[in-house]
């Protein structure tokens, strides 16, 4: 079935350094979705993206749609980033969200 | 901006049980969904209404009926709770997407736990 491989599965950076998730997509996906989830379960809304690449602070997430995969860079890593981060691809013919199993980051001083 | 609602936080049941979970959304938003997460995985899709009294299931359906009773709520009923079951309820909106696709805007959750 459709599947959104996330990776790495936990990732460990220390205050300052910077990193990279990725999400492949084995189906045709028309946009992607990044979230942060919190310590109390909240899905904040990182990225949403048709296309091309999207910044925000020391975030930066890319979408190629013919190569099927989404990118999400964590510049400078903070404390406060640490949580799971999901993608999730808008794919097929319906509305629904195609989760990846998360990264968990854990962000050490 | 606006925010989802989620009632109640945490719900306790007991195997058997109807459950009822609601979500309350003041974006203004046409589409709602439910979507339940379980412990280390992603989240799947229950349901979803693209207007008021609209229902379209998604991959996750049976065992559940919901209810798009007006533009701003959307409630998810769990038809006869499972011994043991614990999961996370989402519930999420957003506009009626161009084509089928449109950012997607979560609520808190509801806690589940069947006793």
């Known amino acids: 079935g459709d599947q959104v491989e996330q990776s790495p599965s936990a990732l460990s950076l220390h205050e300052g350094t910077s990193s990279a998730l990725r999400c492949n997509f084995t189906?045709?996906?028309?946009?992607v979705q990044w979230f942060r989830q919190n310590s109390r379960g909240s899905l904040i809304n990182l990225f949403y993206l048709a296309s091309g690449t999207k910044e925000n602070g020391r975030l930066k997430s890319a979408f190629d749609s013919k190569e099927l995969y989404s990118t999400l860079h964590i510049r400078d890593a903070q404390l406060e980033d640490s949580g799971t981060y999901f993608c999730a691809a808008g794919t097929g013919n319906t509305r629904k969200l195609i989760f990846g199993l998360g990264t968990t980051l854990q962000v050490q001083p | 901006g606006g925010i989802i609602t989620q009632t109640p936080k945490f719900l306790i049941g007991q195997e058997g049980q109807k459950l009822t979970l609601k979500c309350q959304q003041n974006f203004n938003h046409d589409t709602m969904y439910w979507y339940r997460q379980d412990s280390g995985k992603g989240l799947r899709l229950i349901y979803y209404s693209i207007t008021e009294n609209d229902l379209q299931k998604g991959d996750l359906s049976e065992g559940y009926d919901a209810s798009r009773e007006k533009k701003s709520s959307f409630s998810l009923t769990v038809t006869s709770a499972q011994k043991n079951e614990m999961a996370v309820f989402l519930c999420?909106?957003?506009?009626?997407?161009?084509?089928?696709?449109?950012?997607?805007?979560f609520g808190p959750g509801t806690r589940l736990t069947v006793l």
């Open positions: 189906t045709t996906t028309r946009s």
């Open positions: 999420a909106s957003s506009i009626t997407p161009l084509g089928n696709y449109a950012e997607q805007f």
